[in-house]
Nanobody, 121 residues
Framework: QVQLVESGGGLVQAGGSLRLSCAASGRTFSSYVMAWFHQTPGKEREFVGAITRSGGSTRYGDSVKGRFTISRDNAKNTVYLQMNSLKPEDTGVYYC??????????????WGQGTQVTVSS
């Protein structure tokens, strides 16, 4: 089992950048595929991107390709989401998530509490 805690959210102007962090508890962080999701009120959580256990591969949702980058530091049990060229539509709560099935699995088992990102126009 793993517990996840996000941080780094806040208020930023359009075109700006933020870096979110997700700290994981436990000794088996490197055994989990990690992902980030984005949610706005009244909508389902949207897949932002995922990273393999080693950090060697990443994939992204269409709305963030070329702007967001996921990375991880297994020594620090932390996954990051670097968000550049932010747009007002990026506003919402960002969640990190973990699962141990496969890189392309859609279901995630563990979730953080989320961190709010607000992008002003």
């Amino acid at each position: 089992q793993v517990q996840l805690v996000e941080s780094g959210g806040g208020l930023v102007q359009a075109g700006g950048s933020l870096r979110l962090s997700c700290a994981a508890s436990g000794r088996t962080f490197s055994s989990y595929v990690m992902a980030w999701f984005h949610q706005t009120p009244g909508k389902e959580r949207e897949f932002v991107g995922a990273i393999t256990r080693s950090g060697g591969s990443t994939r992204y949702g269409d709305s963030v390709k070329g702007r967001f980058t996921i990375s991880r530091d297994n020594a620090k049990n932390t996954v990051y989401l670097q968000m550049n060229s932010l747009k007002p539509e990026d506003t919402g709560v960002y969640y990190c998530a973990a699962q141990s099935r496969s890189y392309f699995a859609r279901e995630y088992d563990y979730w953080g509490q989320g961190t709010q990102v607000t992008v002003s126009s």
